[in-house]
């Protein structure tokens, strides 16, 4: 930025001689600074008129805005079905990095220090294929934990304790993304009946941390401490080696549909940020009262400013774009991958250290863009990031295609089975998914574009899959209305608790299935926080307003949750020690790519599979024979064997070049994860694979030189 930056320095910048605050409003006609007493935020001790310049933005200064300095704004300006203001309203700064809550609906801006001591604390740098996303809630994953001091559960130091980070290292995930904890506040239905938003999906501003997620000493000493608590959160993972990504709302704000709350961007200049019709009526592609417009060059700044400051001043190491296609549509509203945003933050120096994750879909017209976002542009000087890719990963995606695929091959495809003798589809399209999912995503992205998830936040649980046919949400308050209907899920006989034992040894078997596949898939994997041990939400998959013991993490689990653990950690350390499993390009036919795994795929006699295999609904057992072209690890080959049908099969091990025999690692037909035990088997010997079930092998032999489809 030069200072010929019509937009730079928006908020506040304090100097030696006061402070100066910038609020851009292209429709206002008046605005003020108005100051408050530190120990009473209702009490106003100075007012000053903002000025107006060429370029739409207000500048107000005074030698009593300081670090500390409780502040709002008011705004003036015509009427007109477009605008709303109203210059009573006490507004928010946009860029205030720090809020003080005055009232049930009501905040100050604060003014707080960026200083802080990070000491030798870097950003990991976790390259995307070794990065393993864990995506938890700052205040459920530590707020029952017993070895978290009281005073510390549900914060971000609680986040941070050493239990929790030593929980994480001994998960052996690599990130964990953060639900947001931009400050955020309950939407006014939820507050009339007496819910929370648990999720954090409604943010008051860009820039500050939510306060209620810091501990009560530090909510009490105020913003900068909230700050300092959350930058230490940040610098305590960093030292463990684990990366923090941000799970952020850009698309809509808290301010909701008009007639909603009126705290910033609405009442300093609507017509700007939020997309509407001449008549002022809100272009909602969100479904949540409002849309941000990125059509106009203004919120776009706005977001670019946002991330630069968490990138760069609180070290945070990606970001997960909620509802990122509204993100990316310009004047028109439509959704364009050129779209400035989307490229800027490919492009911007300051986020070039950053993962950048997208949830490809809104619900608007058009709203669907799973493989559709863009991959980063070279490099002119030819740099390397820190993931050795000279730039090239750009852009990843929450995979929904993958989702429902997995969970239909497991789960929903062995329903139809039970019902009607045979599932209704074979293991083709789950091969796919199992490879990268390359009917996705361009060979120039390759398969580190896809953030493979069987479950997220939002809908059921690993467990509740595997154990609820229908939604249950009753508690939420809609009438069981809310969450989707379309969960692909089996109960496996009996809807919810049960004590037959051979329906929970079928869910949990297939809960095996499940993760195996995440974790030994092509692609980057994001595991659910509870997934790893069997959490349930008793079948309510949409728990966004229940902040309970029905949302936070146990930490008292039975034996068959840590016989689930050991297997999720099992899965993740092969994963580690196996980089055939993670490729991070495709493979071009007749060709050799570096860190491209060779694949080869067989049925179950060994042969190769042919088209009739790969579509027939008869057919859903396979191998797959994958071999690594590495440029920095060391040669590695692994067959997996898939079997997607409830009987018991025998298979014989493909003879391949090169493989000389197969080591047994891991069976998912074992409740206990199964240990190396040195037995090596030739190929072409037969093995006796369980129903519905995975088996891991390492093929054993020298590498044979082999170019993809040869």
Not at 610 to 623: F, I
Request: proline share 5%.
């Amino acid at each position: 930025m030069t200072s010929a930056d019509p937009l730079r320095n928006l908020g506040v910048r304090i100097g030696p001689h006061g402070g100066e605050l910038r609020v851009y409003s292209e429709h206002a006609d008046a605005m003020e600074l108005l100051l408050f007493h530190r120990d009473d935020p209702d009490w106003r001790t100075k007012t000053v008129q903002m000025v107006k310049d060429a370029n739409n933005v207000w500048m107000g200064r005074s030698r009593s805005l300081q670090v500390g300095s409780l502040y709002a704004i008011n705004v003036s300006g015509p009427s007109g079905p477009q605008n709303m203001f109203n210059p009573e309203t006490l507004l928010m700064d946009p860029y205030a990095k720090g809020l003080t809550r005055v009232g049930a609906e009501e905040w100050r801006s604060t003014v707080v220090s960026d200083g802080f001591d990070w000491g030798d604390s870097r950003k990991p740098g976790i390259p995307l294929d070794h990065t393993v996303v864990y995506e938890a809630h700052v205040r459920g994953i530590s707020r029952q934990n017993p070895d978290v001091p009281e005073d510390l559960r549900g914060t971000y130091a609680g986040l941070a304790h050493e239990s929790t980070i030593g929980y994480l290292k001994h998960l052996g995930v690599t990130a964990v993304e953060l639900l947001p904890v931009h400050a955020f506040t309950s939407e006014q239905r939820l507050i009339r009946e007496g819910l929370t938003n648990y999720w954090g999906y409604n943010s008051l501003n860009f820039f500050s941390p939510h306060a209620p997620y810091a501990t009560r000493a530090a909510q009490a000493a105020g913003p900068e401490a909230v700050l300092v608590e959350f930058k230490g959160m940040v610098k305590l993972l960093h030292e463990a080696g684990i990366e923090v990504i941000l799970d952020v709302v850009y698309n809509h704000t808290a301010e909701e549909g008009i007639g909603g709350p009126r705290t910033s961007l609405r009442g300093i200049d609507n017509a700007t940020y939020y997309r509407q019709d001449a008549n002022g009526v809100y272009i909602d592609v969100t479904g949540c009262g409002n849309t941000v417009d990125f059509g106009h060059p203004v919120p776009q700044r706005l977001v670019l400013d946002s991330l630069r400051y968490w990138a760069q001043e609180v070290q945070i190491d990606g970001f997960r774009f909620d509802l990122a296609v509204t993100l990316g549509r310009g004047e028109d509203a439509s959704y364009s991958r050129d779209h400035p945003l989307i490229n800027e933050m490919l492009s911007d120096p300051a986020l070039a250290d950053v993962k950048l994750i997208a949830e490809p879909w809104d619900v608007g017209i058009g709203g669907w863009q799973t493989g559709n976002f863009p991959g980063r542009p070279d490099r002119k000087d030819g740099t390397e990031t820190t993931d050795g890719t000279c730039g090239r990963d750009g852009w990843s995606e929450w995979n929904d295609r993958y989702r429902d695929r997995v969970r239909n091959f497991w789960l929903a495809d062995i329903a139809e089975a039970r019902r009607n003798g045979q599932a209704p589809i074979g293991i083709g399209g789950f091969a796919t998914r199992l490879a990268g999912s390359s009917n996705t995503f361009s060979p120039e992205r390759g398969p580190l574009a896809s953030i493979n998830f069987v479950t997220a936040h939002d809908g059921f649980t690993m467990a509740d899959l595997t154990a609820y046919n229908v939604k249950h949400n009753l508690g939420n308050g809609e009438d069981n209305r809310d969450g989707t209907d379309n969960n692909r899920s089996f109960n496996h006989g009996a809807e919810g608790p049960t004590l037959d034992e051979r329906v929970l040894l079928d869910r949990h078997k297939a809960m095996r299935n499940l993760m195996g596949t995440l974790l030994l898939s092509a692609g980057v994997p994001m595991i659910t926080a509870g997934d790893e041990f069997g959490r349930s939400q008793r079948g309510n998959n949409n728990a966004y307003c229940q902040d309970s013991e029905l949302t936070w993490m146990s930490w008292l689990r039975t034996r068959e949750q840590r016989e689930i653990l050991d297997t999720t950690r099992r899965l993740l350390e092969l994963r580690r020690e196996n980089p055939a499993l993670r490729p991070s390009r495709f493979a071009v036919y007749g060709e050799t790519t570096p860190n491209a795994s060779h694949m080869d795929w067989f049925d179950a006699t060994g042969a190769l599979m042919d088209d009739e295999d790969w579509n027939s609904p008869e057919n859903r057992t396979l191998q797959y024979l994958a071999a690594s072209t590495p440029d920095k690890e060391q040669f590695n080959r692994v067959l997996l064997i898939v079997h997607g049908v409830e009987d018991d099969v025998e298979v014989s091990l493909p003879v391949a070049p090169g493989v000389e025999s197969y080591q047994l690692l891991w069976d998912s037909a074992t409740e206990v994860p199964i240990l190396e035990d040195g037995v090596e088997v030739p190929p072409g010997s037969t093995r006796l694979v369980g129903g519905t079930s995975m088996q891991l092998y390492r093929a054993n032999g020298p590498r044979v030189e082999m170019t993809a489809g040869a």
